[in-house]
């Protein structure tokens, strides 16, 4: 079993390395806020400064002379300022041997920056991920695989879902971007629809259930999704990464996004919670 350091235990991160550590891989495990690493170093991991210890500089948990079976860093961090904060620290500490693997979504230009950075003798595959908590729990994850898949990491990758195989480095970062804005894109035109049928006084239930009969069936069951957790500040954040990528006017999105950042006090809720959550009571005129 593969020997593997996974930093970054939010939401997503932690239920992917619970599912590696139940696998029976021996895991090093860090996070940023270091409680959120103690329930698993409970369970038998081992925190970036010792077995009991929580959490320790990222070179603490992902440097050292790779294992035999080959060691493998796993990374999951919010954002590229975050992704460039952890890599300054664990970048000096690798070895020839370690596969890293960033399922972070931090767009293409960003793992292209990360693996000029990378020493000789390290592999670098970017594998961002679709799905929410309740499917990293479950193990159902589509993971977009972009880069080598050295058989270390593509049996590591098989336990946290559906590996699509995306193509050259960064092809999985890439299509992570498309998927994802098109999701949020989703759930804001749902969003958008319901606020309109509110005001043209029709009943809430009725609207969601004549859309979720159409073509629109997917981004209204993501609308309404009660085991999910995906920020708005991180749909936010993604959206503005795909404006930023994108070579061509994305009008749509870039509305999207100042709908994203319209209510800052939503910013920790769901994506869920752009919905309008009460139905007006009176049709305007009326």
């Known amino acids: 079993m593969e020997k593997i350091a996974f930093l ?72 590229p300022a975050a992704a460039r904060a952890v890599a300054d620290a664990v970048i000096p500490a690798l070895r020839p041997g370690v596969h890293w693997i960033d399922t972070s979504t931090v767009g293409p230009d960003t793992i292209a920056e ?14 961002p991920v679709m799905g929410s908590v309740d499917r990293a729990e479950a193990g159902q994850l589509w993971v977009l695989a972009g880069g080598p898949l050295p058989g270390p990491v593509r049996g590591v990758l098989d336990r946290l879902g559906e590996v699509t195989e995306c ?33 043209l006084g029709l009943p809430a239930d009725l609207v969601r259930g004549e859309l979720a009969r159409g073509p629109l069936a997917g981004a209204v069951a993501r609308t309404f999704a009660a085991g999910s957790h995906f920020p708005v500040a991180l749909a936010a954040k993604d959206v503005a990464l795909a404006l930023d990528t994108a070579a061509t006017p994305l009008p749509l999105l870039r509305a ?19 919905r309008p959550l009460t139905p007006l009571r009176d049709r305007p005129g009326a």
Do not use: C, F, Y
Not at 30 to 46: E, I, Q, S, Y
Not at 114 to 127: F, K, M, N, Q, Y
Not at 168 to 187: C, F, M
């Open 167 to 199: 193509g050259a480095p960064g092809s999985g970062a890439a299509l992570k971007l498309v998927l994802i804005n098109a999701v949020i894109g989703g759930v804001a035109l749902v969003s958008e629809a319901l606020r309109l049928g509110q005001s």
């Open 256 to 274: 999207v996004h100042g709908e994203l950042t319209a209510r800052p006090e939503l910013a920790g809720e769901d994506l869920s919670r752009i």
């Open 114 to 127: 990360l693996s000029a950075r990378l020493p000789e003798g390290i592999s670098l595959t970017d594998a």
């Open 8 to 79: 970054g235990l939010g939401s997503m991160g932690l239920p992917m390395a619970r599912r590696l550590l139940a696998a029976g891989h021996p895991l090093t495990v860090w996070n940023r806020t270091p409680h959120k690493a103690g329930p698993l170093v409970a369970a038998g991991a081992r925190g970036g400064g010792g077995r009991g210890r929580a959490a320790a500089p990222p070179g603490a948990a992902g440097g050292g002379a790779p294992a035999r079976p080959p060691h493998v860093d796993i990374r999951w961090l919010a954002a």
